[in-house]
């Protein structure tokens, strides 16, 4: 039994962003066919962090220019190279974020071929845009989506090998997942009962798992759990960031399968020097089955954010703070 993990919802969930495939390899077709001269991934928040593994895995194989832009800057600052042979792409859970809605009407004004994942149809942002592609309601996070549209579109450019092989695979996501979430949930029970009084978090990623660091740093530990954070780049993690560590200080360190790996690795071995609270959630001690070896990695924003869940739902058992709860966010004007 998991705490508060609604199995039947996850997976059907998990299911209809993937079933999206087709919408998606249409969508693709209609983008290329056009001509598309780059790529904004756009978000606020959560979003925006979600973004970024997708403009790293555009860099490592592509030519294309794929740039992750924050809604709100992206509206006050512009961006040269944003016009008409630009796509941008939206995600939002609810589909009524400000700033994104803001940054599409932006983009359009422009002559923007604008796209948004979201799980309502009949949301502001669904409605503003040229392409909606939807999902299950309250689905989250957004990587099947964002995984199967970047992987075919660099496909199409002959910039990604294997892509129908890899979207086979995501068929059996939902179960894959289940099956992570299970194997994590004594893992989380674990963690939360030793930091049920931890005001102040470490977290340390790279690669394809920056945006998630980030993400669960700032969107879950911060905002929905009130904690103190510093979140750094593992690459960047000796550069300024190690002062803080001390010998009781919690570090979470997000272990992927790319190329970074090396990276993080030399951050795990220096903060288990200094620190007695070191926790290591790698994608490697979860099986994945029916992924194959050569696509793992692509996955581990998706498997992390599935680990982390447990955690989250601890955590909120152990500190009695409910993870819905807020003291500005969307209550206060500002």
């Keep these: 039994m998991m705490l508060g993990f609604d199995e039947s919802a996850f997976r059907k969930q998990i299911a209809s962003a993937v079933s999206l495939r087709p919408n998606i390899e249409e969508l693709v077709s209609t983008i290329t066919a056009k001509g598309v001269s780059n790529v904004f991934l756009i978000g606020a928040g959560g979003t925006y962090a979600a973004m970024w593994p997708y403009e790293h895995l555009a860099r490592r194989h592509s030519t294309l220019p794929v740039k992750a832009a924050i809604a709100a800057e992206l509206i006050v600052s512009g961006d040269a190279t944003l016009g008409e042979n630009s796509v941008a792409v939206f995600t939002s859970v609810s589909g009524?974020?400000?700033?994104?809605?803001?940054?599409?009407?932006?983009?359009?004004?422009?002559?923007?071929?604008?796209?948004?994942?979201?799980?309502?149809a009949d949301s502001p942002i669904a409605q503003a845009?040229?392409?909606?592609?939807i999902s299950e309601p309250k689905t989250w996070p957004f990587d099947m989506q964002m995984l199967l549209f970047m992987t075919r579109l660099l496909s199409e450019r002959g910039e990604f090998a294997g892509y129908e092989k890899f979207a086979d695979e995501m068929?059996?996501?939902?179960?894959?997942?289940?099956?992570?979430?299970?194997?994590?949930?004594p893992i989380a029970a674990a963690f939360a009962d030793a930091h049920a009084d931890t005001d102040y978090h470490f977290l340390v990623g790279g690669g394809n798992l920056w945006g998630f660091t980030y993400l669960y740093s700032m969107c879950i530990l911060e905002e929905m759990q009130w904690l103190r954070t510093t979140r750094v780049h593992s690459a960047?993690?000796?550069?300024?960031?190690?002062?803080?560590?001390?010998?009781d200080t919690s570090v979470i360190i997000f272990q992927g399968e790319d190329e970074t790996r090396a990276?993080?690795?030399?951050?795990?071995?220096?903060?288990k020097r200094v620190s007695d609270d070191v926790t290591v959630l790698d994608t490697k001690d979860y099986p994945l089955e029916g992924i194959s070896e050569e696509f793992r990695g692509l996955l581990a924003p998706a498997v992390l954010d599935t680990v982390t869940g447990r955690?989250?739902?601890?955590?909120?058992?152990?500190?009695?703070?409910?993870?819905?709860?807020?003291?500005?966010?969307?209550?206060?004007e500002y």
């Design 96 to 120: 009524t974020t400000d700033d994104s809605l803001r940054a599409i009407e932006y983009c359009k004004q422009r002559g923007v071929y604008t796209v948004a994942f979201t799980g309502y």
């Design 236 to 247: 960047e993690f000796f550069h300024g960031s190690l002062e803080l560590l001390e010998k």
């Design 263 to 271: 990276l993080t690795e030399r951050v795990e071995k220096f903060a």
């Design 129 to 133: 845009v040229d392409a909606a592609l």
């Design 171 to 185: 068929a059996g996501l939902d179960g894959v997942l289940v099956d992570v979430a299970r194997q994590a949930e």
């Design 311 to 332: 955690i989250s739902k601890h955590l909120e058992r152990v500190r009695n703070h409910s993870l819905d709860l807020r003291r500005y966010y969307r209550v206060v």
